[in-house]
């Protein structure tokens, strides 16, 4: 039976929606992620940043506090919420948008996104990388952090089915990107990327290849 992606990633919105009250408990019980959080002063975030599917704003202040702006973009008020009452730096705007339809209205010198792309369909991989683009100033920087392959051996992380404290289950996307492979896929899509693992993770920074002007 064909899969409806449209009422897949309803799904999955109305699950993060669900899970905004539990969503930080990982952090707090992760010290590996906590290490890569601060493994971010390492990466070249500058300017005014676009944080694409910001969720709680884990990620929101260690961009606010090295970028002149930051913009973030999250399908979940539930989230939102949360966000803006952990982010108190001035220059950090919140916005409500469902990032398969949204379109930027301006250009960022950072697009950032973690644990996000592993949530993007395979099909919608060309124009996600697209909406990025437009997204990008000249000279500007893609930087991501996602779960790579080695995630797998954990069973929640791999399963495309999420359970919540009250028992309810949801469908989600979920692809743990090989680096090699992935790094071939942005080729063909126009970008050049170095991407990493650190432990579980990959760490990526992209940027589009120059065209050649005939």
């Keep these: 039976m064909a899969i409806d992606e449209d009422a897949l990633l309803a799904e999955q919105v109305a699950y993060y929606r669900a899970r905004a009250p539990e969503y930080d408990r990982v952090y707090a019980e992760r010290e590996d992620l906590r290490e890569l959080r601060r493994a971010a002063d390492d990466l070249p975030i500058t ?91 000249p000279g500007g920087k893609v930087v991501f952090i996602d779960e790579g392959p080695a995630s797998a051996a954990r069973e929640e992380v791999a399963s495309d089915i999420r359970r919540l404290d009250d028992g309810s289950e949801y469908r989600i996307v979920k692809v743990l990107h090989d680096p090699d492979q992935l790094n071939g896929e942005l080729a063909e899509l126009g970008w050049s990327a170095d991407i990493r693992t650190q432990g579980e993770f990959i760490v990526g920074i992209a940027e589009p290849r120059p065209t050649t002007v005939r």
């Design 47 to 137: 300017g005014d940043v676009l944080e694409l599917a910001c969720g709680t704003g884990q990620w929101t202040g260690a961009l606010a506090a090295r970028a002149r702006s930051v913009t973030a973009v999250d399908a979940s008020p539930e989230v939102l919420g949360i966000a803006r009452a952990r982010t108190a730096a001035p220059d950090v705007r919140f916005e409500q948008a469902d990032l398969f339809r949204w379109r930027p209205s301006r250009r960022y010198d950072t697009v950032f996104f973690a644990f996000w792309l592993s949530h993007v369909p395979p099909s919608r991989l060309g124009d996600f990388w697209n909406t990025v683009a437009a997204a990008l100033a």
